[in-house]
């Protein structure tokens, strides 16, 4: 974006940090229909996991020195340290307060009395972290993440999972009211060069960390292609740089985010099932079928037996 296109650090970095991001469910939802299975299928649900992950990280150090660059002060190492230790805290109290929640969450309470309990801690951290302009969607993410490690409390994600269709509808309603398709001309080439420059870095990093780990052939050729969909995680981090960033800076790079995660949504599960595909994780229909039906023939046998 630099070198070709003439923009701005700040608005390059926060890019850059943003096309870390995956969205994993297109491709979590493509592997159970179709039941893969195998090392490549775990491989891509370890990845997938971290990658929101990194990206946060990568965003939160790219923020700090975009709020450095539009400061206007001399280079003092304290300016660029204190956001990455605001963020530091943030993340040790979302251990504090999964921790708090693991002992005061128990089977003795109604699942009303859950549910309160869960939103109001996920509320105070995400009001905490607004107060001191620390982004909430790391903490947030460290807090799930050690909550469930602690307890390994499905039933809890399952009852606020049914809670949050009309927050996520609400979220991705403010977002596309964002899209300004006239200014979507201005930057259109912008954004294709992003779209496709984003596919081959998502390659080129699955392939090479792939190589460093010594993973097998099919995770090193293919795995790239399981990372394309972006979605939920980007468009949120589009927002927050929106508005660390000058009005016009601002408003392409939430146009780039929002048309390329459009495509990237299209193509992301055929692309996901191509890998799979590739990788031999899915069985052929024929074989699924012969699976299928030795299995019918020993459910008959066993109760053939049992009636004897």
Known sequence: MVAFFHLPWSFSLLLGAIGCATAPASTIMTIRQYHAKGNFVDTILQVTALDDAVALIAFSVCTALVEFMHADQVLEWSLILLPFLWNVLAVGLAVLLAWVLNHIIS???????????VIAIILSLTGICSCFAISPLLSCMVLGAVYINL?????LFRQVNGFTPPITLLFFVLSGMRLDLRALVSCGLIGIVYFFVRILGKAAGAWTGASLSHASTSVRQY???ALIPQAG???GLAILGQRLLPSAE??????IILSSAVL?????????KLSLKLSDSI????GREKGNGANHLKVISQKLHGNQ
Do not use: F
């Open 223 to 225: 795995l790239g292609l």
């Open 107 to 117: 089977e003795k309470r109604s699942s009303d009395h859950r549910l309160v309990l």
């Open 264 to 272: 990237y949504e299209m193509i992301g599960p055929a692309c996901a």
């Open 283 to 286: 069985a052929n229909d024929e």
């Open 250 to 255: 601002g408003t392409m790079l939430s146009l």
């Open 151 to 155: 307890s390994g409390n499905k039933d």
């Open 233 to 235: 995680v980007s468009i």
